[in-house]
């Protein structure tokens, strides 16, 4: 499918003014949700261009790949379009842990009948080691990332940060 090809499909999408469209990530052999991330056009194309899910970061304001710094990426199986055409569900099969925090899926804690959150999940990787914020670990970067990152800290360190 060509990048032209997705533009009758992303017309008919309700995008926020600011240019997003919520994203639910469904494990698509077990039907568990894994986790919500924002997209922009630029991350619905590039999930359907690469077969794996990228997403916009609305913090950061700017594209990431899910799994892109710990390997844990997500395979599309599927994308669907709810009745509203305001959000889009995207079937995965998900390589390790879906949240950063660790676990398999970003709802790991529950309600309790007391009104407190508990954790309900065991956690599937060693967030700490994988992303770096244990002292004395560095996470594993994919062949390049080091050189973007690298300039990405020089740049932000001539910019003001709000």
Do not use: N
Request: charged share 25%.
């Amino acid at each position: 499918m060509s990048p032209a090809d997705l533009d009758p499909f992303l017309s008919q999408l309700k995008w926020t003014a600011d240019g997003l469209i919520p994203a639910i990530v469904q494990d698509a052999a077990t039907g568990d949700i894994l986790m919500m991330a924002w997209m922009d056009a630029a991350a619905v194309r590039q999930t359907l261009a690469t077969g794996q899910t990228h997403f916009y970061s609305r913090s950061r304001k700017s594209s990431w790949h899910k799994g892109g710094t710990s390997g844990h990426v997500q395979h599309v199986e599927s994308v669907r379009v709810d009745c509203d055409a305001d959000v889009l569900l995207v079937g995965v099969r998900q390589v390790g842990g879906a949240c950063h925090e660790g676990y398999r899926s970003c709802f790991f804690r529950r309600l309790d009948e007391r009104g407190r959150l508990e954790v309900v999940e065991e956690p599937v990787f060693e967030a700490g080691l994988v992303y770096g914020t244990v002292a004395g670990t560095t996470p594993p970067l994919p062949p390049g990332e080091g050189a973007r990152r690298a300039g990405e800290r020089s740049s932000a360190s001539r910019v003001k940060q709000p």
